[in-house]
């Protein structure tokens, strides 16, 4: 029903910007929520930031002031800015998504919920 397609991650010196983004397509209807989690080697996932198709955010307390999370709503595509990367921002990350179907040009409520397959961030110092 939908596809997440995650893209822009690889290796980055520390204090160093990236910029993922998740491209979702299928039926979508409309963006309930879409949102980056990650996990390092060794743990557990964890929230990094969300995003409401109305533009709501929210973000781990570790990556306030350093990573902005956006949505195009037209092009059903979050993005995650990140910026004075730092070593234990390494980890693969994982976009998720939450949407309301189309059912031909309408909604019943449906949705849908799901995850990308992750992309990795290395940051080396």
């Known amino acids: 029903q939908v596809q997440l397609v995650e893209s822009g991650g690889g290796l980055v010196q520390r204090g160093g910007s990236l910029r993922l983004s998740c491209a979702a397509s299928?039926?979508?209807?409309?963006?309930?929520?879409m949102g980056w989690y990650r996990q390092g080697t060794g743990k557990q996932r964890e929230l990094v930031a969300v995003?409401?198709?109305?533009?709501?955010?929210n973000y781990a307390d570790s990556v306030k002031g350093r990573f902005t999370i956006s949505v195009d709503n037209a092009k059903n595509t979050a993005y995650l800015q990140m910026s004075s990367l730092k070593a234990e921002d390494t980890a693969v990350y994982y976009c998720?998504?939450?949407?309301?179907?189309?059912?031909?040009?309408?909604?019943?409520?449906?949705?849908?919920?799901?995850w990308g397959s992750g992309t990795l961030v290395t940051v080396t110092s």
């Open positions: 998720n998504a939450e949407f309301l179907l189309d059912e031909g040009g309408f909604s019943d409520g449906s949705t849908w919920n799901g």
């Open positions: 995003i409401t198709g109305g533009g709501s955010t």
């Open positions: 299928g039926r979508i209807f409309s963006i309930n929520e």
